[in-house]
C-alpha cells in the first residue's frame, strides 16, 4: 500500500483544514487508517484512527470534538476534517495503514506509512 497525504497550510487559529490521504491498492477498506502528528522537537503522537469499514473512530484527547476522520473506500481515501485549530496542533501530519481492520493506537503497528504534510497553525 501506498499513502499520499495532502491538504496542509497555513491557516489561522480558529481556522479549518481537510487533510486526504489517498492509497493505492485494490484492499483499502482491509487496512485500518490513522493519523499521526510529529511538531518540531516532539516526537510522533497519536491523532485519530478508523476501523476497515470506517464505523468505529477514536480520537486523542486533545483533539477530541475538534477533528474528524472519515474515510470513502470507494475512493482509496481517508480524510482528516480539523477544526476550531488551534496553534498546538502545529506538526507534520502523518496518515498510516494497519493491515488489519482494527485500530490501534500504536505508531509501531502500522506498516505503511504517508510521506507527511504540515500543517501550521498561527495565532
Known amino acids: 500500500v501506498q499513502l499520499q497525504a495532502s491538504g496542509g497550510g497555513l491557516v489561522q487559529a480558529g481556522g479549518s483544514l481537510r487533510l486526504s490521504c489517498a492509497a493505492s491498492g485494490r484492499t483499502f477498506s482491509s487496512y485500518a487508517m490513522g493519523w499521526f502528528r510529529q511538531a518540531p522537537g516532539r516526537e510522533r503522537e497519536f491523532v485519530g484512527a478508523?476501523?476497515?469499514?470506517?464505523?468505529?473512530?477514536i480520537y486523542a484527547d486533545s483533539v477530541k470534538g475538534r477533528f474528524t476522520i472519515s474515510r470513502d473506500n470507494a475512493k482509496n481515501t481517508v480524510y482528516l476534517q480539523m477544526n476550531s485549530l488551534k496553534p498546538e496542533d502545529t506538526a507534520v501530519y502523518y496518515c498510516a495503514a494497519r493491515s488489519t481492520g482494527s485500530y490501534s493506537k500504536r505508531a509501531s503497528e502500522y506498516l505503511y506509512w504517508g510521506q507527511g504534510t504540515l500543517v501550521t497553525v498561527s495565532s
Open positions: 478508523t476501523t476497515g469499514s470506517g464505523t468505529i473512530t
